[in-house]
C-alpha cells in the first residue's frame, strides 16, 4: 500500500470540527527577566534554558514552565516561528508559550502551527510583532470531535508520520555538521606549510586581480532570456542576467565592497563582472582550484577597511603572502578538498541536496495530512 493510500484510509470519512485555537490551547507571553541574570553557557547554578522570541538566549538560575510546550516567537523579523520545548525552561515576555488542552496533541499542535505560518499575523511595523489575542481567534481543524480517544489517535498517527521525516532532516543536518567539521580540519591541515617547507609568494606576483567593470542598472535584467544570457556578479554574488560578459573561462571572483567583501567563489564560463568584484585569474603557477580553497582560508574580510562601507583595496590583496607548492601538489590538495566541498556545501549533490529533499517530502506530507476542508467558511464564502 502506497503512503497516500494508507493516508486517505486513515483520514476517510472523519469529521472535523473547526474551533478557535484559544478555545483548545493556553496561550500566555512569558515573564521578563533581566539580561544579567542570563548567563551564556549552562552551570550547576544556571541549568535551565531561557528562550526568548527566536530560539534559546542563555541559561537561567529558575524555570518558569515545565514539561511538554510549544514557544511561538512574538517580537521581531521572525515571530511566528514555532518551536517544541521539553523539561524545564524559562521563557520571556519575547515568546507566547502554547499548553493544549488534554484533547490536542503537543506534536500535531507544532506540525499544525508550523503550516499556518503564524508570521502572516505580525503587525506591520519597524519591530513587528504577534498579539495573543490575534493567535487565539485563528481557528484550527479538530478530527473527531465527539470522539476523543479517536481524535488523539489520529492526531498520534499523523505525528508519527511526520517526525519520522523531521528526525530524517535532523540526522542528515548533524551528519552535515560532522562533515564541515571533517572539511575544515583537512583544509586547515592540507592548506598550512611551515615557513622553509615551500616557497612563499605574493598574490600579486602569482595571480592577476582586477576589479570588474562598471554597467548600469538598467541593463541588468532579473531573469535569464536568449538577448541577456549572461550572468552578471557584484560583490555579493549574481545580480542578473546581461547581454554581453567581459570574461570567460575558470576564474575566481572576489567580493570588493560591502559587508560581505572578501567572499571568494569560482566561476567558470562566460559571466560579466561588476566593479564591485575583483576578477581573479592564474598566471599558470597556480592551479585556480587551489586559489579558491587558499584564499577561502585566509579569511579576507579580515582586510577590509573599517568605515560605514566597508571595502577591500586590490592593492592590498596583491601585497599577501601565500605558500606555493608544486603545482602537482596544489592539485591533489584541491582535488581532496572539492570532495569534500560538494559533500557539504552543493546544493545539487551531497548533503545540502539531500537535505533539500527531505524537507520538500515532510512538507508534502504535512499538507497532505492537515489540510482540512473547512466547510463552514467555504459557506460562508
Not at 530560539?55 to 515571530?79: M, P, Y
Not at 603572502?321 to 581532496?336: C, D, F, G, H, Y
Request: charged share 20%.
Amino acid at each position: 500500500m502506497s503512503d497516500v493510500s494508507f493516508i486517505e484510509r486513515l483520514l476517510d470519512g472523519v469529521e472535523v470540527e473547526w474551533r478557535p485555537l484559544g478555545d483548545v490551547v493556553n496561550m500566555r507571553a512569558g515573564q521578563h527577566i533581566s539580561a544579567s541574570n542570563i548567563m551564556d553557557e549552562a552551570s550547576k547554578e544556571h541549568p535551565y534554558p531561557c528562550f526568548g522570541g527566536n530560539g534559546i538566549r542563555g541559561f537561567v538560575a529558575k524555570n518558569s514552565h515545565d514539561g511538554k510546550h510549544l514557544l511561538i516567537g512574538r517580537q521581531g523579523a521572525l515571530c511566528g516561528n514555532v518551536q517544541r520545548t521539553q523539561g524545564k525552561f524559562y521563557a520571556t515576555e519575547h515568546a507566547v508559550v502554547v499548553t493544549p488542552s488534554d484533547g490536542i496533541n503537543v506534536d500535531w499542535a507544532f506540525h499544525l502551527l508550523t503550516l499556518m505560518n503564524l508570521n502572516q499575523y505580525a503587525s506591520k511595523s519597524a519591530q513587528p510583532g504577534l498579539a495573543v489575542g490575534i493567535i487565539q481567534s485563528l481557528e484550527i481543524p479538530i478530527p473527531c470531535p465527539n470522539n476523543p480517544q479517536k481524535s488523539l489517535e489520529i492526531q498520534a498517527e499523523i505525528v508519527r508520520i511526520l517526525d519520522a521525516f523531521t528526525a530524517m532532516t535532523a540526522e542528515l543536518t548533524a551528519e552535515l555538521n560532522l562533515r564541515k567539521q571533517q572539511y575544515n580540519y583537512y583544509r586547515d591541515q592540507l592548506l598550512s606549510f611551515e615557513e622553509g617547507e615551500v616557497e612563499w609568494k605574493t598574490l600579486g606576483d602569482v595571480l592577476h586581480m582586477r576589479a570588474g567593470q562598471h554597467i548600469s542598472a538598467s541593463k541588468i535584467m532579473s531573469n535569464a532570456s536568449d538577448e541577456h544570457s549572461y550572468p552578471c556578479f557584484g560583490g555579493n554574488g549574481i545580480r542578473g542576467f546581461v547581454e554581453s560578459k567581459s570574461h570567460d573561462g575558470d576564474h575566481l571572483l572576489i567580493g570588493r565592497q560591502g559587508a560581505l567583501c572578501g567572499n571568494v567563489q569560482r566561476m567558470k564560463g562566460q559571466f560579466y563582472a561588476t566593479e564591485h568584484a575583483v576578477v581573479v585569474t592564474s598566471s599558470g603557477e597556480i592551479d585556480i582550484d587551489w586559489a579558491f580553497h587558499m584564499l577561502t582560508v585566509m579569511n579576507l574580510n579580515q582586510y577590509a577597511s573599517q568605515s560605514a562601507q566597508p571595502g577591500l583595496a586590490v592593492g592590498k590583496l596583491q601585497g599577501l603572502t601565500i605558500p606555493v607548492p608544486s603545482l602537482a601538489e596544489q592539485k591533489r590538495i584541491a582535488n581532496i578538498l572539492d570532495k569534500f566541498d560538494a559533500l557539504t556545501n552543493s546544493i545539487t549533490e551531497g548533503l545540502p541536496r539531500e537535505i533539500e529533499l527531505r524537507q520538500k517530502q515532510y512538507e508534502y506530507y504535512r499538507d497532505l495530512l492537515l489540510s482540512f476542508r473547512n466547510s463552514v467558511a467555504e459557506e460562508i464564502a
